[in-house]
Each structure stands twice: as structure tokens, then as C-alpha cells.
T-cell receptor
Framework: TQLLEQSPQFLSIQEGENLTVYCNSS?????LQWYRQEPGEGPVLLVT?????EVKKLKRLTFQFGDARKDSSLHITAAQPGDTGLYLC???????????FGTGTSLTVIP | EAGVTQSPTHLIKTRGQQVTLRCSPI?????VYWYQQALGLGLQFLLW???????NRGNFPPRFSGRQFPNYSSELNVNALELEDSALYLC??????????????FGPGTRLTVL
């Protein structure tokens, strides 16, 4: 069973559109990270959120950690072809450094 | 500061063979994690080492094993290779000290193809 479920699994949009990716769980996490992975490369860390309700902005990307620390979202404004990639969320629980990765969202931004 | 490094970059093996993959963590990091990523899929947790000890392993058969050396570098060994072992094997390191706020940093991966 996957501890973190991401939706949608696949997303194909036109350049300039907005999108939101969701990362949901029934479990509580102490922190949550978002990564982007390009083909043939390792995931690259985008952001870490720690506090319930926290919102972080990284240029056109907005990350939110749910109040109950069970879910998170990633919103991209005015998507660009360079945003194309696999987006992964990962959570850490209080019980230690065990990282749980989400199922991934594959984003394609069409020029 | 150098990031996580992995070797080799690519590897081609045949069924039944054995393979060893290597990972060097970021300097100062004591935790090393191994993941398997089949084509287009999410990351499947394999192994976690910290301070030279295996802390946890994922749902993989015993032919997947590894170790961590005193300098915190790590090896992943896969015996009796099967076709479905073809995947990108990713190594990540973390400081292992921040507990709930720790972050993993990934290497570029080793692409293993089993023929």
C-alpha cells in the first residue's frame, strides 16, 4: 500500500496554463518535500515544508502543507516547457528518518 | 560542495549475474538511502543505512543487499539478476541529524539493464 498518493498521475497542458498537483495521505508527516525529476536524472529537491498550514513560494511554484500535515499541494502558475518532469512528494514521519515517496505526477507542458 | 555521486552511470548485465553499485554521499552526511525506479514509475524504497548499520529495508527479496563503509559511502549488491531488475537505481544521502526535518539529496542514478 502506498502511504502517499499523488494526483493526477499524468498531466499534459499548454504553455501558460495553471495546474495543481496533490499529495494525500491518511497519515501525519512531520515534514514533506517536493522533488522534480527529469528523464535519466535523480530527483532534485524543490522545497521542504514543516509547519501545518505552511505556504512556500518558489517563483511560479506555490507549495502548501495541509493544516493536519496529512496532505500537500503544488500549484504552478503560467506553466512553461521547462516545468516538464516527474514531480514527487516525500514525507517523513515522527518515528524516524524513514522517507515515504508518493506515486509521482508526470507533467508535460506543450509549447 | 560536491553532491551525491554514483557509479557506474550505466550497466548492462545478463540474467543470473551479480552487480555492485556504488554511492558516495555528500560530505558530512551519515545516512544513505537506496531506491529502485522502474521506467516511468515512482521510487521504491530499497535500503537505508546510517552510521554503518542497516536501519530499514523495503519489500525486496534477500538477493538485494548492501553495506555502508566507515567513510559513509555505500554499496548496493544484487545477486541472481532478473529481467525485472532493470531500472534506475538511485542513491540519496541526508545528514541524519535533523530527524523530522531531514532532507534527502539524490545522486544521478545508475541505469541497470538486464538482458
Amino acid at each position: 500500500t502506498q502511504l502517499l498518493e499523488q494526483s493526477p498521475q499524468f498531466l499534459s497542458i499548454q504553455e501558460g496554463e495553471n495546474l495543481t498537483v496533490y499529495c494525500n495521505s491518511s497519515s501525519v508527516f512531520s515534514s514533506l518535500q517536493w522533488y522534480r525529476q527529469e528523464p535519466g536524472e535523480g530527483p532534485v529537491l524543490l522545497v521542504t515544508v514543516v509547519t501545518g498550514g505552511e505556504v512556500k513560494k518558489l517563483k511560479r511554484l506555490t507549495f502548501q502543507f495541509g493544516d493536519a500535515r496529512k496532505d500537500s499541494s503544488l500549484h504552478i502558475t503560467a506553466a512553461q516547457p521547462g516545468d516538464t518532469g516527474l514531480y514527487l512528494c516525500a514525507g517523513v514521519q515522527n518515528t524516524g528518518n524513514q522517507f515515504y515517496f508518493g506515486t509521482g505526477t508526470s507533467l508535460t507542458v506543450i509549447p | 560542495e560536491a553532491g551525491v555521486t554514483q557509479s557506474p552511470t550505466h550497466l548492462i548485465k545478463t540474467r543470473g549475474q551479480q552487480v555492485t553499485l556504488r554511492c558516495s554521499p555528500i560530505s558530512g552526511h551519515t545516512s544513505v538511502y537506496w531506491y529502485q525506479q522502474a521506467l516511468g514509475l515512482g521510487l521504491q524504497f530499497l535500503l537505508w543505512y546510517d552510521e554503518g548499520e542497516e536501519r530499514n529495508r523495503g519489500n525486496f527479496p534477500p538477493r538485494f543487499s548492501g553495506r555502508q563503509f566507515p567513510n559513509y559511502s555505500s554499496e548496493l549488491n544484487v545477486n541472481a539478476l532478473e529481467l525485472e531488475d532493470s531500472a534506475l537505481y538511485l542513491c540519496a544521502s541526508s545528514s541524519g541529524t535533523s530527524g523530522t526535518t531531514d532532507t534527502q539529496y539524490f545522486g544521478p542514478g545508475t541505469r541497470l539493464t538486464v538482458l
